[in-house]
């Protein structure tokens, strides 16, 4: 039985401790949160499951395996360094850390200990992610030309990270798992309207072989959007994320240009409009499936495909994005 501290009751906090507790291999031993309104909340929830205010009590204690990290991202480095160093697994919230150097440093010290990090990348465990990645790796798409996301709604507005780093994580985690090429760049762009931090933001990432992708995040959208397309020179993919029926629809569509013309003028350009057809997604819940994994990766011995590397390459985007916003949409090179 994998013993698991839950520091963090906040939004998401109480999904992380319901999932880590249901599962046979696995039970929530202590929660841990400095608002007291979340204590009342867990009785509701868990009577009789332990609670503190303290995190130390998670992070010392010896009868914990594994600290589930679920607080604002400024503090994830150091409660997991703490429970690293402690000889605990951890699971992180994303985004895994705050900046670079955190993330690497975190990496390394699990490697020495030989610990498990992995970062909840939710979305990575979704039947829809998990039928894009496989049509992709099938190159039912042929080679990728673009990737191409939006992801807005009316606030929830945070205080502490702009639009970037609440909402993109999701996104660039997703085309970090997609795509199998390295991105080169970075260029974004954003602006602050209301509460001091970008709450507007537009991300492009150059990778090799002339694929390009773009995240649009907003938190000042009249309406919920959730659609991300994948452009390839055979056939293209539409995922909805909030059509329950047909998340995902692939079309028999595209663009080809005659070969060897003499000059511009001569290019023939021809359009293939085929069939449409919406692929079979499997219907989970993917924290259940996610903390289902990362339970059999401690008892397994084995290295979570979500784990600090993971994590890392896409806190690398979202510094290099931030860098570029504050240069006015200049490039960064990854």
Same mark, same amino acid.
């Given at each position: 039985?994998?013993?698991?501290?839950?520091?963090?009751?906040g939004?998401? +906090?109480p999904?992380i401790?319901?999932?880590?507790?249901?599962?046979?291999?696995?039970?929530?031993?202590l929660?841990?949160d400095?608002?007291?309104?979340?204590?009342?909340?867990?009785?509701?929830?868990?009577?009789?499951? !332990?609670?503190?205010?303290?995190?130390?009590e998670?992070?010392n204690?010896?009868?914990?395996?594994?600290?589930?990290? /679920?607080?604002?991202?400024?503090?994830?480095?150091?409660?997991?360094?703490?429970?690293?160093?402690?000889?605990?697994?951890?699971?992180?919230?994303?985004?895994?850390?705050?900046?670079?150097?955190?993330?690497?440093?975190?990496?390394?010290?699990?490697?020495?200990?030989?610990?498990?990090?992995?970062?909840?990348?939710?979305? $990575?465990?979704?039947?829809?992610?998990?039928?894009?990645?496989?049509v992709?790796?099938?190159?039912?798409?042929?080679?990728?030309?673009?990737?191409?996301?939006?992801?807005?709604?009316?606030?929830?507005?945070?205080?502490?990270?702009?639009?970037?780093?609440?909402?993109?994580?999701?996104? *660039?985690?997703i085309?970090?798992?997609?795509?199998?090429?390295?991105?080169?760049?970075?260029?974004?762009?954003?602006q602050?309207?209301?509460?001091?931090?970008?709450?507007?933001a537009?991300?492009t990432?150059?990778?090799?072989?002339k694929?390009?992708?773009?995240?649009?995040?907003?938190?000042?959208?009249?309406?919920?959007?959730?659609?991300?397309?994948?452009?390839?020179e055979?056939?293209?993919? /539409?995922w909805?994320?909030?059509?329950?029926?047909?998340?995902?629809k692939?079309?028999?569509? +595209?663009?080809?240009?005659?070969?060897?013309?003499?000059? *511009?003028?001569?290019?023939?350009?021809?359009?293939?409009?085929?069939?449409?057809?919406a692929?079979? /997604?499997?219907?989970?819940? !993917? $924290?259940?499936?996610?903390?289902?994994?990362?339970?059999?990766?401690?008892?397994?011995?084995?290295?979570?495909?979500?784990?600090?590397?993971?994590?890392?390459r /896409?806190?690398?985007?979202?510094?290099?994005?931030?860098?570029?916003?504050?240069?006015? +949409?200049?490039?960064?090179?990854?």
């Amino acid at each position: 039985m994998i013993r698991i501290g839950v520091i963090g009751y906040g939004y998401w +906090g109480p999904n992380i401790v319901r999932n880590f507790h249901a599962h046979d291999g696995s039970e929530v031993v202590l929660v841990c949160d400095k608002n007291p309104k979340c204590q009342e909340r867990l009785r509701k929830a868990h009577p009789g499951m !332990a609670y503190t205010t303290d995190e130390k009590e998670i992070l010392n204690s010896p009868n914990i395996d594994a600290v589930a990290v /679920v607080t604002p991202v400024w503090t994830h480095y150091e409660l997991a360094k703490q429970a690293l160093e402690n000889g605990k697994h951890v699971f992180v919230e994303k985004p895994f850390t705050w900046t670079v150097a955190q993330a690497e440093e975190l990496i390394e010290l699990a490697d020495r200990k030989n610990l498990k990090i992995m970062v909840d990348h939710t979305f $990575l465990f979704t039947g829809a992610v998990k039928k894009i990645k496989e049509v992709v790796e099938r190159r039912e798409l042929g080679d990728l030309y673009y990737y191409d996301s939006l992801r807005v709604n009316l606030g929830l507005f945070q205080h502490d990270v702009n639009v970037i780093w609440d909402l993109a994580p999701h996104d *660039l985690s997703i085309m970090d798992y997609v795509i199998a090429e390295k991105p080169e760049a970075v260029v974004a762009t954003g602006q602050k309207h209301l509460n001091g931090v970008e709450d507007v933001a537009f991300i492009t990432v150059y990778f090799p072989n002339k694929i390009i992708a773009h995240v649009n995040v907003n938190w000042l959208s009249p309406v919920k959007v959730r659609t991300t397309l994948i452009g390839g020179e055979k056939k293209m993919l /539409v995922w909805n994320d909030l059509d329950a029926d047909e998340k995902i629809k692939i079309y028999d569509k +595209g663009v080809s240009m005659s070969s060897n013309p003499s000059n *511009l003028h001569q290019l023939l350009v021809s359009y293939r409009s085929g069939d449409m057809w919406a692929p079979q /997604v499997e219907q989970i819940e !993917a $924290l259940r499936a996610e903390t289902a994994y990362f339970l059999g990766c401690i008892q397994e011995n084995t290295k979570p495909f979500n784990d600090g590397v993971a994590g890392l390459r /896409v806190v690398r985007i979202l510094e290099a994005a931030d860098k570029s916003i504050r240069s006015r +949409g200049e490039a960064v090179a990854l």
